[in-house]
Structure formats: structure tokens, C-alpha cells
């Protein structure tokens, strides 16, 4: 009945749109204004996350029943979005679309489709995990057409499409399906992870993968780093830094400053959304290599943050959520005729030349295999050149490719204060006598 009325509401007020390219030199400005509703945020970035837009600048703003948010983006090469069919499709999207999301309730596990079957996965992150979930599957004959895999912090989770081998089609006689369940519940126990490893049905929805990885890791409290003391400090260095603060009672001032990348902004905003705050007031700048982002939050009850506690969460899984997507390791690209069983295939040579696959994106389309994985040795460190080199050669020279070393850049220091300034003239946001600093 919520999503029914949330539907009407956007009938009656739909959003308006308005893309320009004359303000800017370097890039297009879109502005959305829209009825405000909690997630509207989450939902206008991911639709330009899903069009590989990438976000420069961002304004939010969403006091009272109002919603309005100004992005400056461009293309993957830094360029203008100068074509009228994309600027005409962008438009109809950020009009158009109504992507209403569900609470993150239920576990995850295997849910039939008419095109694949999904296939939801989490436990404790090891070297060879996904060559024994890529053999299994291969033995019970299932093709995986589309994958996405995130390790973070010892934890694993994965979104996996497949269809049968045999038929081309999802999977769907429920005998089957509890067969496969039990088999990749199997392997992600192993010997030491008995209580943690899920794989059960899923919620319904129309999530995407990175999406419902968020969702799916932030569940298993990935957040939580192991060892948190043992980390040594010159990773600090390498990390994202985030404080928070409260101006009186009115907002919760979050600022983060780490490494750019991207779908940077559309990984924070997931995890804010599922932990159920609003972003108030926000600003999003990229300058370089670096990324600095500031919003002005409460939680949906209305409060800001109330206590110590609840900051240290918020922190470490804002923390979390810059961390799993970074580019860790080397990358490596395979580009190659699709066939039953070259998943398995390759993570198997991988694994038998002491490789850890950190993150992967497995994709199809047209009868090509195109995937992308990203590895370091079995200690984390560097992949050697002989080892790459041989991998090369067991694959083929002109199927695998290293694209990118994985070295990190750790972000410069900056004297760089809040955005705002003096952007809001409420008398809470200029009598900084009033702050409260947990620090």
C-alpha cells in the first residue's frame, strides 16, 4: 500500500528534469527537482551510476516535501554529454523511472527468474573460494552468464546469474535449486565458518547487483574490521577518512575524504539509505585524484546521531562501504568466446598459481565472455611478473590482458574545511559555538 500511494504521489508530482550544457565548460549540469521521499536520493544516482555517468560535483538538497539536487557529470573520458539521443534517454530515466526499493529484510540465497537464476552468497572470504564455487557450479550444470563479487574485511559475498547449461534458460524445478543451495552452502563453510555462511531464498525486488551487495555485506556486519588494532600504520594513510559531528540538534555533519573513483558517491548513498538516514544538505566534489564529500543528515526518525556509539557505526560503515569497491590488486580483463565451464577454468589456473581474487565482474553478451578480476598474491601483496606472465600463457596472450598494477595512491592531506561555509544562513549552521564534537 506504501509503494501504491508513494506511486500516485509521483503521478500527480513528476519530477522535472532539466540537463545543461552551457553553464559549464568542463562539464553537463543536471538538475532534478522532485516530491521528496527517503531513498529518492539513492534512486536519481543510481540511474546515472547505471548510465556510466561520472559524478564531478553534486548539490543536495531536500529540507521539507521538496527535493532538488544539481549534478555536474561527464563521460567516461571527461567529456560533455553533447549527444541529444543520451541527453533525451537521461531525461526520460530521471523522469520516467520509479524504482521503488525494499527494506532490507530476508536472507540471501538462490531466486528463479524467466532469463537466469540469481544465486546470493556470503561467508568467510579464502584463496580458491570462488574456483570452488565457479567448479561446483560447473558440475551441476550451470552457466553463469553475469556475476559480481566483493571481498572486504575477511567477508565474501557474490551475485551470481546463471542458466542452464542445456537449455539456455533459468533454473527453476525447486528439487534442483535445493540441491544447489546445499552444495555452495557446503563450500562456503569450509572448516570454520559453520555459522556464518547463508545461502537461502531470496527477497523479490528489482535491486541490482552492486546494489544488493551493499545490502548483502552490510548484513554480515563486514563493517566490523578484524583486528582493527593490527592494521599497520601506513595503511591509515591509504584509508578513508570520515568524521562526524552535530551542529545543536539539528543535523549530523558527516565529511569524507578519500581516493576518487567511480560510482564513489552511489556506494555511500546506498549504505546511508540502508541504514536508514536522510541526506538533509550535501555537497560532492572531485578534485584530482581525491574526493571530498559532506551531508547534513538525520536519522529517518527525524533525530540526529544520539551517541558514541552509534557514531563509531556510522563511521565504520561509511568506512566500509568507500573500501569494498576499491581497486585492490592487480586488474586483469579476460576477453574470449563464452563456453560452459571457462569460469570454472579460470579461476582454477588462478588459483593453482597462488592467486587471490579480491573483487570480480563476470559478464556475456552476444556469445562473448567478458570479464574482469582482480588479484593479489595469497599473502595480499603484489602478483609477481613471472606469474603473471605464465597465467598469460596458460589462458592465451591475446585473451587475458592486465589492465591496471592496482598500486594505491593514499590521499594527499588538505586543509580544506566544510563545504558549506556559509552556503545556509540558519542560525545553527553559523553558531559553531553550539558543535558538538565526539572527537
Known sequence: MDDEYAKLIRRMNPPRVVIDNDTSEDATIIQVDSVNKHGILLEVVQVLTDMNLVI??????????????VFNVTDQDGNKIIDEEAIDYIQQRLENDAIFYPSLTGSVGVMPSDEHTSIELT?????????????????????????????????????????????????KDPKRLSTIKDLLCNVLKGFNDLNNAKTSVSPPGRLSKERRLHQIMFADRDYERVDRASHLEDDSNSRPHVTVLNIEKDYSVITMRSKDR??????IVCTLTDMEYVVYHGMVCARGKEAYQ???????DGFPISSEAERERVIQCLEAAIERRAHEGLELELCTEDRAGLLSDITRIFRENSLCIKRAEISTKGGKAKDRFYVTDVTGNPVEPRIVDSICRQIGQTKLHVKHSGSRDPPQETTMGYFFGNLFKARTFQNFKGIISYS
Do not use: Q
Open 56 to 69: 564531478t560535483k553534486a548539490y543536495i538538497s531536500s529540507d521539507g516535501g521538496w527535493f532538488m539536487d
Open 123 to 171: 561467508g568467510t572470504d579464502r584463496p580458491g573460494l570462488l574456483s570452488e564455487v565457479c567448479a561446483v557450479l560447473a558440475d551441476l550444470g550451470c552457466n553463469v552468464v553475469n556475476a559480481e563479487i566483493w571481498t572486504h574485511n575477511a567477508r565474501a559475498a557474490a551475485v551470481v546469474h546463471v542458466t542452464d547449461d542445456s537449455t539456455g534458460a533459468a533454473i
Open 262 to 267: 567511480p560510482k564513489l558517491l552511489f556506494d
Open 294 to 300: 559532506e551531508f547534513y543528515i538525520r536519522h529517518i
